[in-house]
Nanobody
Framework: QVILAESGGGLVQAGGSLRLSCAASGRPFGSHDLAWYRQAPGKEREFVAAINWKGVNTLYQDSVKDRFTISRNNAKSTVYLEMRSLYPEDTAVYYC?????????????????????WGRGTQVTVSS
């Protein structure tokens, strides 16, 4: 099982930027597809972005598509979420997740699949 640890959350003003990181240990990082999810207070967890094991194919939730960028560095066993033009409604706990989907994570997440290994999350708060 891969172990995930998110970092980089914090308090930022609306319109600002943050970069989240998620470091992995345990199973070989390069064999895992990865995703970011978030959960706002009183709301259900929602998918944010995904990237396949080779970092070639990505998928984004429509509301973040032009503002967030997911990337990965397999040599550092780390996945990133670059967030720009943040809105107060982006406030949530952000989680990274991993699964061995052989590169099919964009298609799987588009169909509502939820990845199986999770970190503990990092809080992002956007003030208005």
């Amino acid at each position: 099982q891969v172990i995930l640890a998110e970092s980089g959350g914090g308090l930022v003003q609306a319109g600002g930027s943050l970069r989240l990181s998620c470091a992995a240990s345990g199973r070989p990082f390069g064999s895992h597809d990865l995703a970011w999810y978030r959960q706002a207070p009183g709301k259900e967890r929602e998918f944010v972005a995904a990237i396949n094991w080779k970092g070639v194919n990505t998928l984004y939730q429509d509301s973040v598509k032009d503002r967030f960028t997911i990337s990965r560095n397999n040599a550092k066993s780390t996945v990133y979420l670059e967030m720009r033009s943040l809105y107060p409604e982006d406030t949530a706990v952000y989680y990274c997740a991993a699964d061995q989907l052989r590169g099919s994570v964009p298609a799987m997440c588009a169909q509502g699949y939820t990845l199986r290994s999770w970190g503990r999350g990092t809080q992002v708060t956007v003030s208005s």
